[in-house]
């Protein structure tokens, strides 16, 4: 099956600092999305971009399909910021089915 | 926006018993939802398919028989863990898409499951 693979594992960030994520895929893909993890557990969806790249105030995502990578990047970090990031891509065209990627824990410090 | 709830948040239950956990939406329908299991520190794996009117289908390596998937409603999926143990102890987690295509799916808070 495909391989997401997220970098790095573990950031620890200063309040204010801008931070760069990626996340790599092993096989051509449909679909892929960023989602951040709250403390708590609940997963918000950040992106939804197979390509291009997309910008949503401090957050934006840039998707290389061609080149099977992903970056999310995080401008002036704040601590609510802070939880797992996850990629996930869509397989096969149109059942929906999700491959979540292996995750980057960010903590920002105050 | 679409809402996904899951019921309970979190449960406790000693070996060998059986616990259901409910997943909803709540202002759409879903024919659809997805199971997934995530134990800490690790990434989320999807489990099963619901599907609304059919059987589950299930990842490989998932035993369909310990977690039985019914697909009650347009709105209501349930996850039984059977005969649970302690290597159960996850934070289960359901989705369900709204409209077409995985863009648009929606995440329930999760079920926290500790078998003691």
């Known amino acids: 099956g495909i391989q997401v693979e997220q970098s790095p594992p573990d950031l620890i960030l200063q309040e204010g600092a801008n931070s760069t994520l990626r996340c790599n895929f092993s096989?051509?893909?449909?679909?892929l999305q960023w989602f951040h993890q709250n403390p708590w557990g609940q997963l918000i969806n950040l992106f939804y971009?197979?390509?291009g790249t997309k910008q949503n105030g401090r957050l934006s995502a840039t998707t290389v399909a061609t080149e099977r990578y992903s970056l999310l990047y995080i401008s002036s970090s704040q601590t609510t910021d802070s939880g797992v990031y996850f990629c996930?891509?869509?397989?096969?065209?149109?059942?929906?089915?999700?491959?979540f990627g292996t995750g980057t824990r960010l903590t920002i410090i105050p | 926006g679409a809402v996904v709830s899951q019921h309970p948040s979190r449960v406790i239950c000693k070996s060998g018993t059986s616990v259901k956990i409910e997943c909803r939406s709540l202002?759409?329908?879903?024919?659809?939802m997805f199971w997934y299991r995530q134990f800490p520190k690790q990434s989320l794996m999807l489990m099963a398919t619901?599907?609304?009117?059919?059987?589950?289908?299930?990842e490989q390596g998932v035993e369909k028989d310990k977690f039985l998937i019914n697909h009650a409603s347009l709105t209501l999926s349930t996850l039984t863990v059977t005969s649970a143990h302690p290597e159960d102890s996850s934070f289960y987690i359901c989705s369900a898409p709204r409209g077409g295509g995985a863009e648009t799916q929606y995440f329930g808070p999760g079920t926290r499951l500790l078998v003691l």
């Open positions: 996930a891509v869509e397989r096969d065209f149109g059942n929906e089915k999700l491959t």
């Open positions: 096989d051509s893909v449909n679909n």
């Open positions: 971009i197979p390509s």
């Open positions: 202002d759409f329908q879903a024919t659809t």
């Open positions: 619901s599907n609304e009117g059919s059987k589950a289908t299930y």
